[in-house]
Structure formats: structure tokens, C-alpha cells
């Protein structure tokens, strides 16, 4: 079975800098997509990016972007120029090449400070 | 456009009462889902339906039941309830189809139920 894992409760990062947070994820699926979930204070569940795994570029949306290792399972989301905005809990999902389901990671509360 | 609407939004039961979320989407989609959230455990899925007429086991079924009404409506019941299903409940809907084709997964706002 395929498994997702934060292993980062909770991240903090002062405005206008640079984080990473991390993912690892467990799979012997060669096809597959991976995610990242932000979710505010509001609870509503909002896709920040997506990588196919078959493509070897990261993905980028905007301040957003992703390190990608495919060998190592590795999925992490770099934030640059943080903004007060983007303090959440910022979840990793999976999702196989042949179904629709998510598997999630347990997330990551990031906090950022003025 | 609504998208996906769930009903209530905040619930508190008693042990061993009943209750009925609803969820709906008009997106026309053929895939919907429950998840529940707990603190430090991440969205697990509880059931879904890969189209209308049909519902399976996700990761964590037990003590739930689901009822996928027509093509826009999926409900959640939870017929004697836990303390153990405090959780925020989260439906989400997919357009579903063809297998390796990337669909979108859209998630309502939640269902905070408290079950005392």
C-alpha cells in the first residue's frame, strides 16, 4: 500500500523568506501524481501545485515550486517570499495513475512571522 | 457554479444519536469521496463512489454508512455515533472517467461534528 510522510509538525519562516517542506512517499507504482493541499484557517482545502510523475520537471506555480526526486520519493514544496497569507496547514497527497483516490500525509502547520 | 456544499457545517451529538451529512456538487461529476480529519492523522478516506449507483470501502469505513442518491448528491450517516467520530468530515468530488487521466479532486468546506 502506498503511504505519504510529513515529518514536519510544524514550520515556522519570517515574511519574505524561504521554506521547505518536505514529503516522502512510499509507492511501487510507476505512474502516479503527487500533490500539495494548503489549508487556512477557513478548512477549505486548496491545491497549491501538482507534479505527474512521469514528467521530470518540477512543477512551479507562482512563488510555489517543488524538488521532485523520483528515485529517493521525495516531494518537497519551497515557498519563496513568504507572505502572512500563506501561514496553514500544508498537506502532501498521492494519488495512483489508475483511480482518483488521495492518500494524505498527516500536514504541516507552518506559521509566519512579521 | 456552488461546487461542492455540505450541510451542516457544525454538528454536536450525543453518544449513540444519529445523523445524516448531506453533500452535493454541480459540476456534473461522476467520482465523490468522504474524508475524515483528525488532528495529526491527515484527510483518511472513509467511503466513496466511483459513480452513481455504486459505493465502496475507503480506510476507515467502520461505523459508517453512505448513500450516493443520484448523480449530484452523496450522503455520510453515521447511525449510532462515537466520541470517535469527532472529526471535521470533508466530501469532495472528482469528474472520474477514463483511468490515467489527471482529474482535479474538489473538496467542500467541511462538516465540524462533535460527538459528546
Known amino acids: 500500500a502506498q503511504t505519504v510522510t510529513q515529518s514536519q509538525p510544524e514550520m515556522s519562516v519570517q515574511e519574505a523568506e524561504t521554506v521547505t517542506l518536505s514529503c516522502t512517499y512510499d509507492?511501487?507504482?510507476?505512474?502516479?501524481?503527487l500533490f500539495w493541499y494548503k489549508q487556512p484557517p477557513s478548512r477549505q482545502m486548496i491545491l497549491v501545485i501538482r507534479q505527474e510523475a512521469y514528467k521530470q520537471q518540477n512543477a512551479t506555480e507562482n512563488r510555489f515550486s517543488v524538488n521532485f526526486q523520483k528515485a529517493a520519493k521525495s516531494f518537497s514544496l519551497k515557498i519563496s517570499d513568504s507572505q502572512l497569507g500563506d501561514a496553514a496547514m500544508y498537506f502532501c497527497?498521492?494519488?495512483?495513475?489508475?483511480?482518483?483516490?488521495?492518500?494524505f500525509g498527516t500536514g504541516t502547520r507552518l506559521q509566519v512571522f512579521p | 457554479n456552488a461546487g461542492v456544499t455540505q450541510t451542516p457545517k457544525f454538528q454536536v451529538l450525543k453518544t449513540g444519536q444519529s445523523m445524516t451529512l448531506q453533500c452535493a456538487q454541480d459540476m456534473n461529476h461522476n467520482s465523490m469521496y468522504w474524508y475524515r480529519q483528525d488532528p495529526g492523522m491527515g484527510l483518511r478516506l472513509i467511503y466513496y463512489?466511483?459513480?452513481?449507483?455504486?459505493?465502496d470501502k475507503g480506510e476507515v469505513p467502520n461505523g459508517y454508512n453512505v448513500s450516493r442518491l443520484n448523480k449530484r448528491e452523496f450522503s455520510l450517516r453515521l447511525e449510532s455515533a462515537a466520541p470517535s467520530q469527532t472529526s471535521v468530515y470533508f466530501c469532495?468530488?472528482?469528474?472520474?472517467?477514463?483511468?490515467?487521466?489527471?482529474?482535479?479532486?474538489?473538496f467542500g468546506p467541511g462538516t465540524r461534528l462533535t460527538v459528546l
Open positions: 497527497a498521492y494519488r495512483s495513475g489508475n483511480t482518483d483516490k488521495l492518500i
Open positions: 463512489s466511483a459513480s452513481e449507483g455504486t459505493t
Open positions: 509507492t511501487s507504482e510507476s505512474d502516479y501524481y
Open positions: 469532495a468530488s472528482t469528474p472520474g472517467g477514463l483511468a490515467g487521466v489527471y482529474n482535479e479532486q474538489f
